[in-house]
Structure formats: C-alpha cells, structure tokens
C-alpha cells in the first residue's frame, strides 16, 4: 500500500484516506468485512456510462490509454471543438478573484478585465479557489484551503540501443527502499509506436515523496541537474541502463496532486452543504475533490456539466 499511495497520489499511505483515495476497497470491506472478499464478489464497483469507446476498453482490456500526437490533442481537439461553436476561450488570464452581484451573478475580476457569469465550474485546485472566493463564502474558502496539494518532477528518459530487463507497465518503489522515486513507467513497452526512428527505449522517473520535501524545505530550487542525475541513478540501480541517456526533459510540477487525507470525504460533504443551503451558482471539479487521475478528472467535467445544465450527471 505505500508504493500503491506513493505511485498514484504520491502521498504517504499514514496520511491518506482508504476512503477517497481507494473508494472500492472500502466499499468491498464495508459490505463483505473483508477487502479481497468484497472485490471478488463485485462490492465497490460503480456504473460506468456506456459508449462504444467503453464497450471497446472492455472488450480489449485496455490497462491504459494514450493519443498519437501525446495527451496535449486532448485539450488541442477540445479548444477547436468549442470555438468552432462559437465558445470564448480566455487564455493567459488567470481568474483574480470572485464577487456575487445583488442578482445572484458572478463577477469574474480576470485582472485588467472582468466578466459576468450566470454559474461557474472551477476546476482550479480547492487551494487556490479558496482564495478567490468572496467574504460571503468564507466557510466554503476554509474547507477548501484544508485540501493540500504535493509536488512532483517527472523526467523523460531516452537510450539508444537499451533494453529492459523485465517487460510490463512499470514499477512502483516503497519509500523504505527508496525516498526519493515514486516509480518508474517503462513508455517503450506500453506505446512502442511512439518510440521514433530510430527505435529506441524510453522510460519516465517520477520523483517526489519525503526527498522532494526535504529539498524544499532546505530552500533548495530543485535545479534540472539535480532532478536528472536523481533519475539516472534510479534507472541505473533498478533497471541497469547505466549508460547516459540520448535526450533528457525535466519537468517539475509544483503542487500537482491533491491529497485525500483522513477526513476528506467530511470536507466534500460540508462543502456541499454549504453551496446547497446558500444556492451559490458554483459548481466543484477537477482533481481536488473524487480523484487526481486524468480519467477521474475528464468524468468530474463531465458531471459537472450536467449538474450546471440540470441534467441527471449519469445520462
């Protein structure tokens, strides 16, 4: 369970919630008074909304899912879909603050500009709408301030003429074994279309837990050199690619995965009251609330657009 927790929420399995985090293993337990028991008998598993695309996964047992031209097509085909319609897309104008009209409306203050909205879905992190809330809803701004968020770095790593000791999907390390790496995904063996010409082998190092904290608070910046040589002894000491890689890219994503810690469903549920007794038209999404991964995100959307429109979030 703490390679489990350190590989998804790159969190510490002491502080995180069974609950939120893991829903189905404690659904399986509370049914069955056991977690195996409860899985093999079907507990904790929700409807899913069905489509061909879904049928299809189901049918191929897909693992895991990408796009040819990388996962950035996913918000590429999204912008043209929307403008195509005739949807205002503001880029590079970061929401500064909320305001509620005497009508019952938003006031949307985007820096230099504003905007009025009849409801608004954020799908910004709990922390930062917390701030952007007005005096009205400062019980609701204090809930979502409690919703923390952690870091991560992930470095891309290519070799040529490598290859993997072992086939799979990747592996997760526990933190006694190893503080700093979270895990290693092996790309070459999950999408090898995608590996270029000519072929060659690349992995993805995630960095993060305890290590990363510790530089943090020591005010180190997390320099790319630093992140890379982490990476390197990784690969090297797990899976044996000693030799220096042809392309590196480090990326470090600042409070990128929110943790669900003891009591988060309670945060959910008292954030929920809150809108519903004041009818605030706001709507929550995205990572904060039910689930960090892309795919849990792309449902929150999902529903909340329902929500919004007064449909039923399942139809």
Known sequence: MDSL???????????????????????AERTHRSVL???????????????????????????????????EMLPQALTTHLTSRGVTVLRGQPACG????????????????????????????????????PAEAAPL???LATIAAVSVAVVNLQ????????????????????????????????????????????VTVMLGGSWLQTL???????PQELLQQKAQEAVATQLG????????????????????????????????HFLAAHRLPLTLAGASYEGVALNDCIESGRQAAARALGSEPDS
């Open 141 to 143: 701004a204090r809930v």
């Open 216 to 222: 943090k608070a020591r005010g180190c910046a997390s």
């Open 37 to 71: 028991l409860g899985l093999l008998l079907g507990a904790g598993q929700s409807s899913q909304p069905d489509s061909g695309l879904v049928r299809r996964a189901r049918a191929e047992r897909w693992s895991q899912w990408s796009l040819r031209g990388g996962l």
């Open 98 to 133: 909320l305001s509620l009209q005497a009508e019952g409306r938003w006031k949307v203050s985007l820096g230099d500009s504003c905007l009025e909205a009849d409801h608004v879905i954020s799908a910004v992190p709990a922390s930062v709408l917390s701030k952007l809330l």
């Open 159 to 202: 070799y040529q003429g490598a290859r993997l000791p072992v086939q799979g999907f990747g592996h997760l390390v526990p933190s006694s074994e190893d503080p700093g790496t979270l895990g290693i995904v092996y790309d070459s063996v999950a999408f090898p279309e995608q590996d270029g010409s000519p072929s060659s082998l690349r």
């Open 241 to 272: 690619l000693k030799e220096p890689p042809s392309h590196c890219l480090v990326h470090l994503h600042k409070n990128c995965i929110p943790q669900y810690t003891l009591g988060h469903w309670k945060k959910l549920e008292s954030a929920s």
């Open 5 to 27: 927790c350190r590989g998804v929420f790159a969190g510490s399995s002491r502080e995180l919630s069974v609950r939120s985090c893991f829903p189905s293993l404690f659904q």
